[in-house]
């Protein structure tokens, strides 16, 4: 795993003159824990911050360098401007390298599943995460899962057959599903009147859900 660094500087600034801050092109930020005597208010060049975190997966070590202080965290929270997208504040959890943490990490599926291919299943995500505890220098940034066994209708994968990395412990049910091979629903069921007897239900969405941040800005995460 690359070495994902960024630079910082301590943030005075609060309440709602952070929002010059941000016209200065800065995105304010915190650094909080356990091995932090006190909350770090902090800064970040915003555009270099917004490449950078499109690399990272929520389970990504960073280390943060602030005027000659180096913090290992992981990023805990993103808030985004409603209305623009953009990234408007930060909470990173400091980390001890040498005591375990638990956080969830990303699933990833590779792979082809003979079941779509053949009869034109569909894939079912049941879960898009496993919660996870291991040391922080063994966190993977994510747990690759092979979909290439789910071969026939109602075919799935639970949790305890999806290998995970060296030293890396799941906190989830083993007997979890994980995915699952489902038909397609072709023809909706009607009323006599010709309309469908009732909608479908929309998948949920894996979404980063916004807040007020300590400044006061709309958000979303």
């Known amino acids: 795993m690359e070495k994902v ?12 003159q952070v929002k010059a801050l941000r016209r ?4 304010p930020a915190v650094i909080y824990g356990r091995h932090v005597d006190q909350p770090v208010s902090i ?14 997966t929520s389970s990504t070590l960073v280390t943060i360098e602030v005027e000659g202080e180096e913090y290992t965290a992981i990023v805990r929270e993103k808030q985004r401007n409603f209305i623009k997208g953009n990234l408007t504040h930060v909470d990173f959890l400091a980390l001890d390298l040498n005591e375990k943490i638990r956080t969830k990490v990303r699933l990833t599926f590779v792979g082809v599943a003979p079941a779509v291919k053949d009869y034109s299943a569909v894939l079912v995500h049941r879960m898009e995460a496993l919660e996870v505890e291991c040391l ?20 799935n994968i639970h949790v305890r057959e999806i290998p995970l990395p060296e030293n890396v412990i799941v906190l989830d049910d083993a007997d979890n599903i994980v995915i699952v091979a489902t038909l397609v629903k072709e023809e909706t069921p009607e009323t006599p ?6 909608e479908v239900a929309a998948p949920d969405l894996s979404v980063e859900r916004g ?10 995460k």
Do not use: M, Y
């Open 136 to 155: 922080p220098t063994d966190l993977p940034e994510r747990i690759t899962v092979d979909i290439s066994s789910i071969r026939e209708i109602g075919n």
């Open 43 to 56: 800064s970040l060049e915003a555009h270099s911050a917004e490449l950078a975190f499109a690399k990272l």
């Open 5 to 16: 660094v960024l630079k910082a500087a301590k943030r005075n600034v609060t309440g709602k």
């Open 211 to 220: 807040k007020k941040d300590e400044e006061g800005a709309p958000a979303k």
């Open 24 to 27: 200065a092109g800065q995105l």
């Open 193 to 198: 009147g010709g309309a469908p007897a009732a």
